[in-house]
Every structure is written in C-alpha cells, then in structure tokens.
C-alpha cells in the first residue's frame, strides 16, 4: 500500500520520463526477424519488454513460456513463434491473460496454416503453437477487437515467402498503435503499404536488414499522468518532461490536444515538453471518441473528476478486455470519491460535471492494473489517497513513484 498527500499545490518539476512499452516490443521482434543488425537505443525497462526480451532469448531451448500479464507480448510472441520452420511452445500468462481473447487472431493465423490449439478455454489462452513455415500469403482479419492481432500479423509478414496481405474487415480499433508499426517497420527498410480506404495492408518479405538503428522515444501514455497532475496543481503548475520528441509515431502524444482542453498548455523546446497549467478549465464536459487512443482513458477521467469537469466519451469498446474490465474498475474506484459515472453501454462512460470530490475512506483498488495506481495517483492533489499493490505500475513504467516524489509526498 502506498500513501500519497499533496506536497505543494504549485507543481514545478523535470521528470525524465520512462520509455515507450510499445515501441520497445515492436522493435524486439522485428531485431529478432529482420536478423539481429539493429541496435535498439533506450529500450524499456518495464515488466512487459523484459517478458517479450526473454522470450525472444529463450524460445529455442525451451518449450513453455510464460508471460505474466504482458497483453502484447502474448499477441506478437503468439504470430512470431506460428511462422518458425520448426518447434513446439505452449504459450501461456497470467490468470488475466486467460481471460484476454484471442480468438480472432487464432483464427486469422489458421486459416494462413498456423498450427494452434487451445489448452483452455476455447478462443483464450493458453496456447499449444507448433510452428510451420506453410503459411499463406492473404488473410482477413476483424479489425474491431484490438489492433495488437495486426500489429503482430504486419511484423511476421516480413518473414513469410513471397509476403503477406492483411485485409481488415470492419471499423479499425487503435488505429494509431498500426500506424507505430507500421512507420517502425518502414524506418527499417521493410517494404509496407497501408491503403486505409481499402483497408489493406501490403507487407513484402525481408528477412535481413544491414545495421540500422532504432530510438526508443519516451511514453506518452506515461506522459498523460504527468499531465494531470498539472491539470490538478494550482494555475502556473508545470512539469518538463524529458525523452519525448516533437513529432511522435504513438497515438497517445495526442493527449496535448485533450488537456489543452482542461487548461494545460504544453510547448516543445530543446528535446524537453513543458506542461503548463494555464487556467482552469472552461468546458463543463469533455466530449472525446477514444477508440484511438484507448490507454489515456483512465487518466482522462480521474483528472475531469478532479476538476469537476463532465465527460462524454465514446470509443471504449476494448476497456473490457484489457489488464482489467477498466470500465468497472474506474467505476467502483471512483465511487469512494463519492464521484459517479454511468456505462451506458460497452463503449461509452458519462459522468455528470460539478460533482465534488471527497476524500476515500478505504484505499483504491488496482485490480492488477498499472494505468489503474498511475491514473488515481494524480487525485492526490485533491485529497489524501492510498492505493493498493503499488507494484502494479512496473507492468509499463517502473520507476512511477520514485518520479512522483518529485511532485507529492509518497510513503508507505
Ligand atoms: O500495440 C500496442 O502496443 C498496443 C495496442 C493497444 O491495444 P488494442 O489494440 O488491443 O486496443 C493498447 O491498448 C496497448 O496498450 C498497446
Ligand atoms: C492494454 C495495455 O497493455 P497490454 O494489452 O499490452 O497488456 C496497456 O498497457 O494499457
């Protein structure tokens, strides 16, 4: 349990922010497939790129492998380990992760001539995956469930013979997250194309490229916690954060435009971003389709339910079926702040403006979920908070805490 107070209602602080996760894991496998002459700068030390880094060390010698609660390492390890020429793993994680569907991409990568069983329940991990090199060249995939079954499918593209047509069927979920892959992919060499009106994606096949290096860029997810504790601190608040460029490959770096709405300016100097809180907010409800940005909801909310500020979000669908049902956890959490929000439905959150915030008589809940501890922290500006399993945060950024004692009073 961690006990967290406001430190100094003026927030002024250079924080050197934790490397992209995503990145990070896309850069692994495609090393690992493009023939190991790239040189990753500034990798991710959090729990999910250590899972895919031993992984990607080990499967050669060894025939289970386990990667705790590490969502996209499970959907990439899943494609990568389909199209080697020989071997057999079973593929498992966490009780959560067999909770995690997977049934879509399992299908996907059958009908190419994967060799895939359930050990389980059937369309969920564990995985039994014998792996083949007789896979075909086209597939159709629903692109509505997570954009990580794609991601996957994009990168081991480049090591299938004569390459590989992704068709996707239906609205694209986290889009942005197939863009990363796809620039990462292009920055290497690989022969990509996506034609979003058509829905297709072309991959050519490339086994080998010759020395490249790949810059891991800070995490803008972990970034948008930075920024609502500027949102909460008084008017001047800022925060420099270090390790984010200008122009950034994650989706998440639009958390500019939506805090600019809650009175938070942010400017880009020298390699630093300064967060700046420069009024109170003057919206009373914050409108926002969040189907491309999906991991800054939870910060959204709790940093409008500090402000009083009203939400109005649709494009929630994967909450559900993330590290934990995000939509339900932010609902009973936020409960013991005497806040209430509604869940229509299975895509939308509402949660009616000006109510005012009391302080939790009982600590906040994590429910195995890192964004659950990182986004709540922030209300600490407001009201003295304790939040259970601290240690949920080194799933994506392990050195939360210590960083934000920069900014709160942090014990135990
Ligand atoms: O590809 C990625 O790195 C990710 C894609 C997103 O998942 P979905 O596509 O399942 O929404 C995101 O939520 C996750 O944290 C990371
Ligand atoms: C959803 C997430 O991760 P994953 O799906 O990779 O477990 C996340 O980091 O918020």
């Not at 369309?123 to 086209?138: A, C, D, H, V, Y």
């Not at 409108?287 to 910060?299: C, G, H, I, M, N």
């Not at 702040?337 to 600590?363: D, G, T, Y």
């Amino acid at each position: 349990m961690i006990h967290l107070s406001d430190k100094n209602s003026k927030i002024d602080a250079v924080i050197e922010l934790t490397r992209s996760k995503s990145e990070s894991n896309r850069a692994l496998i495609l090393k690992t497939l493009l023939k190991d002459s790239i040189h990753i700068n500034n990798l991710s030390d959090s729990d999910d790129t250590k899972a895919l880094m031993e992984a990607l060390n080990e499967y050669q010698d060894s025939d289970e492998i386990n990667v705790g609660h590490a969502g996209t390492t499970f959907r990439f390890l899943t494609a990568f380990l389909a199209i080697q020429p020989a071997g057999s793993w079973i593929l498992t994680g966490s009780e959560r992760m067999k909770e995690r569907p997977i049934k879509v991409m399992v299908d996907a990568l059958r009908i190419m001539g994967a060799k895939i069983e359930y050990l389980g329940k059937d369309g969920f991990p564990p995985l039994k995956i014998q792996g083949t090199s007789f896979i075909s060249n086209e597939v159709s995939i629903d692109a509505g469930v997570s954009s990580q079954y794609i991601s996957a499918l994009m990168m081991v593209g480049t090591n299938i013979q004569g390459g590989l047509k992704i068709r996707l069927d239906g609205k694209i979920t986290s889009l942005p997250y197939l863009m990363m892959t796809f620039s990462m992919m292009e920055e290497l060499g690989v022969g990509v194309s996506i034609d979003l009106e058509e829905q297709l994606i072309t991959i050519e096949e490339k086994r080998k490229v010759a020395n490249q290096v790949v810059n891991i860029e800070g995490d803008w997810s972990a970034a948008s916690y930075w920024y609502s504790l500027v949102a909460l601190g008084e008017i001047g608040s800022q925060i420099k954060l270090l390790g984010l460029n200008q122009t950034s490959r994650q989706g998440d770096a639009r958390i500019k435009s939506y805090f600019e709405q809650l009175g938070v300016e942010s400017s880009f100097d020298v390699g630093t971003w300064t967060l700046t809180k420069i009024s109170e907010p003057e919206l009373k409800l914050l409108q926002l389709d969040l189907s491309d940005t999906p991991d800054v909801a939870q910060t959204l909310v709790c940093a409008c339910a500090g402000l009083g500020v009203g939400v109005d979000f649709t494009g929630l669908h994967t909450l559900r079926i993330k590290e934990t049902d995000r939509l339900m956890a932010l609902q009973n959490e936020l409960e013991k702040f005497n806040i209430r929000i509604e869940v229509p439905s299975n895509h939308q959150l509402f949660m009616k403006a000006e109510q005012v915030l009391s302080e939790p008589k009982e600590a906040i809940a994590t429910y195995k979920d890192h964004r659950m501890a990182m986004a709540f922290a922030p209300l600490a500006m407001k009201a003295k908070v304790a939040i259970e399993h601290e240690e949920v945060v080194s799933k994506s950024y392990p050195s939360f805490w210590n960083d934000l004692k920069k900014v709160l009073n942090v014990g135990s």
